[in-house]
């Protein structure tokens, strides 16, 4: 079993910046895929980046490519999440996620960072 924590969340204006973490306990950290999704108020929580086990495969919702960057260190256990040109609807609380296959079905999730964005 995996625990996720995430940080970096906060209030940020449109056109900045913000680089989210989240830091993973166990030994394991480099068997799993990671994910970030994120969840807006009154919406569903929407994918927004997938990197595989070695973080040499990434992809990335239509909304968010070329803006933001997912990447991971396996020797601090940590994936980033770093958000350039941020927007207004990029507003929500981001999430972590953790896949035990490899695949984009995830089995542990954090508890969540806000992401604030004003415009």
């Known amino acids: 079993q995996v625990q996720l924590v995430e940080s970096g969340g906060g209030l940020v204006q449109a056109g900045g910046s913000l680089r989210l973490s989240c830091a993973a306990s166990?030994?394991?950290?480099?068997?799993?895929?990671m994910g970030w999704f994120r969840q807006a108020p009154g919406k569903e929580r929407e994918f927004v980046a997938h990197i595989n086990r070695s973080g040499t495969y990434t992809y990335y919702a239509n909304s968010v490519k070329g803006r933001f960057t997912i990447s991971r260190d396996n020797a601090k256990n940590t994936v980033y999440l770093q958000m350039n040109s941020l927007k207004s609807e990029d507003t929500a609380v981001y999430y972590c996620?953790?896949?035990?296959?490899?695949?984009?079905?995830?089995?542990?999730w954090g508890p969540g960072t806000q992401v604030t964005v004003s415009s």
């Open positions: 996620a953790a896949s035990v296959t490899g695949t984009t079905q995830y089995d542990y």
């Open positions: 166990g030994r394991t950290f480099n068997t799993y895929a």
